[in-house]
Each structure stands twice: as structure tokens, then as C-alpha cells.
């Protein structure tokens, strides 16, 4: 059973970064596909990006791209999603999700169904 954690969520204004970790207990993340979802207040779950666990592949979702990076350290065994340049429609609760299936091909931050494991959520408010 895995277990994720998020953390590095918060309050920022418009403009500004945040940098968003998970992490599960063994500290073995970076061995899955790993992705990023969010949520905002009376929308459904939205795919923010992706890094594919053979060749660290990433996907993105156009509303991110070139804002939001997301990166993997394999010593830690963590995943991390660093967002630039946030905007208040960033607001939402962010979850990491793993799929621990040795599926060899890119990620998906479309599929949902993919990822057997999630996270909590950790909070992001963009507001000035």
C-alpha cells in the first residue's frame, strides 16, 4: 500500500511561485509514473502534468505549459511541482497520484484511471 503525502501548498499572489512535493513512506516515488491533478472549487478533477516512470517523459496541460515544471529526485524518492508565475485560476487543491504498474510508455494527466494511488491535497490559493 502506498501512501502519499503533498506538501507546499499555501497562499501566494498573483505573479509568484510555489514548489509542491510528494512523497510516499518508502521514499520509492520516483520509481512510478507520477502526476499532478487539481481540483478548484466546483469544477472536476483536471490533469496538471505528468513524469513517466521509464525515461522521465513529461506531459503537461496546456494551461501550465511553460509555467509549471515538474521533476523528480531520485535520491529523495520525491516528485515535485514547481509553479511559476501563478494565476488566481491556479486556485484549486493539487494531489499527487502514482502509478505503480510497470507501463512503459509516456503519462497521462487525462486518463485518471491510470493512477491506483492518491494523495490528500495540499491547498493553493492565488489571490492578491
Known sequence: QLQL???????????????LSCADSGFTLHYYTTAWFRQAPGKEREGVSCVSRADGRTVYADSVKGRFTISRDNVKG???????SL??????????????TPYPGICSVVDQGRYQYWGQGTQVTVSS
Request: hydrophobic residues 35%.
Open 5 to 19: 503525502v503533498e506538501s507546499g501548498g499555501g497562499l501566494v499572489q498573483p505573479g509568484g511561485s510555489l514548489r
Open 78 to 84: 520525491t516528485v515535485h511541482l514547481l509553479m511559476n
Open 87 to 100: 494565476k488566481p485560476e491556479d486556485t484549486a487543491v493539487y494531489y499527487c497520484a502514482a502509478d505503480l
